[in-house]
C-alpha cells in the first residue's frame, strides 16, 4: 500500500466522509508516523521507528496555524470542520492541551463559528490533562473498534502489555461527551481469523456504547488499501444493519457507505 502521510502541520482542507471539508492539524513528526496502536487497517501505514522521530513544538503549531486561518479568513475559503489527525495519535504531544487552547484562540480570532475536533485513537483518556482538553473541543471523536480485549489485540495491533481495562476506564471518563468511531472489518491478521461484525462481538459492543452514552456512534469500514494484506471491507448490507441496531437502542448513528 501507499502510505498517506502529511508533511505539513496544517494541510487541506480535504474531503472527509464522516466531517465534510476538513482542514487538518498535524502535530507529529512529518512524513512519519507515531501511534500507541498499530492498527491493521491504518491509512497512514505501520508505525515508525528509530531515531529523528519529534513532535512539531507548540510555537511552530500556532505560527502554522495563525498563518493558515488568518488566510482562510481573507479568502473566505469553505471550511466545515478543523481536525487534529495527520500521521499517528495527536495526543500523545507533550503539548496537546495547550495546542488546544492555541487553536480554539485562532479559531475564535479568524474562523469563529467552526468546530475544532479530534481523532483520537482513546488511550491517552486516562490523562486528566488530555480529557481536559478534549472536552474544551467541539468534536472529539474516539476510537473503539471493538469491546473483546482479543479482537483489540489483533484490529488495533496492540503493544505488549496494553491494558484493555485502563483503555475502556478512559472511555467511561468520557462518558456521554464523546462521539465513538468504530471500523468495522474482517480478515485475517499473523495467522488468526477475526470479525468484529459477529454477534458476539456486537452485542458486547453494544452494550459497551450503552454505558459510554456517547453523542454519536460513526459506523464505517474500509476505503483505503490497508498495510495488513488480508483485511477486508464489510459490505454495505451488514453496516446497515449494524446501524439499525443502533437507531432501535436509540442511538444517534452515522453510517459512513463511501
Request: hydrophobic letters at 40%.
Amino acid at each position: 500500500m501507499e502510505n498517506r502521510l502529511f508533511g505539513e502541520v496544517v494541510f487541506g482542507p480535504v474531503k472527509s466522509r464522516r466531517l465534510g471539508l476538513s482542514l487538518g492539524i498535524n502535530i507529529l513528526p512529518a512524513d512519519k508516523k507515531i501511534c500507541s496502536f498499530n492498527c491493521i487497517y491504518c491509512e497512514c501505514g505501520w508505525n515508525t521507528s528509530g531515531p529523528g522521530l519529534s513532535f512539531v513544538p507548540r510555537d511552530i503549531v500556532a505560527k502554522e496555524m495563525e498563518t493558515r486561518f488568518s488566510s482562510a479568513a481573507v479568502t473566505r475559503e469553505s471550511i466545515d470542520v478543523i481536525t487534529f489527525a495527520g500521521n499517528g495519535e495527536p495526543t500523545l504531544h507533550p503539548d496537546f492541551s495547550g495546542i488546544i487552547e492555541d487553536t480554539l484562540r485562532l479559531r475564535d480570532q479568524y474562523l469563529p463559528g467552526i468546530p475544532v475536533a479530534v481523532l483520537s485513537n482513546s488511550t491517552m483518556l486516562f490523562n486528566e490533562e488530555v480529557r481536559n482538553a478534549l472536552l474544551k473541543c467541539d468534536m472529539p471523536i474516539l476510537k473503539l473498534d471493538s469491546a473483546l480485549s482479543g479482537s483489540i489485540r489483533i484490529i488495533n495491533n496492540v503493544p505488549e502489555g496494553f491494558d484493555t481495562g485502563k483503555y475502556f476506564n478512559g472511555l467511561m471518563a468520557m462518558k456521554g461527551r464523546a462521539t465513538i468511531q468504530t471500523m468495522f472489518l474482517k480478515g485475517r491478521f499473523n495467522g488468526t481469523d477475526f470479525d468484529n461484525t459477529t454477534e458476539e462481538e456486537l452485542e458486547a459492543w453494544i452494550t459497551l456504547l450503552k454505558k459510554l452514552q456517547p453523542e454519536e456512534v460513526q459506523v464505517y469500514t474500509l476505503h483505503r488499501v490497508p498495510p495488513a494484506s488480508e483485511v477486508q471491507a464489510i459490505d454495505h448490507a451488514k453496516l446497515k444493519y449494524i446501524a439499525e441496531r443502533l437507531k432501535k437502542e436509540s442511538f444517534n448513528v452515522h453510517l459512513v457507505l463511501n
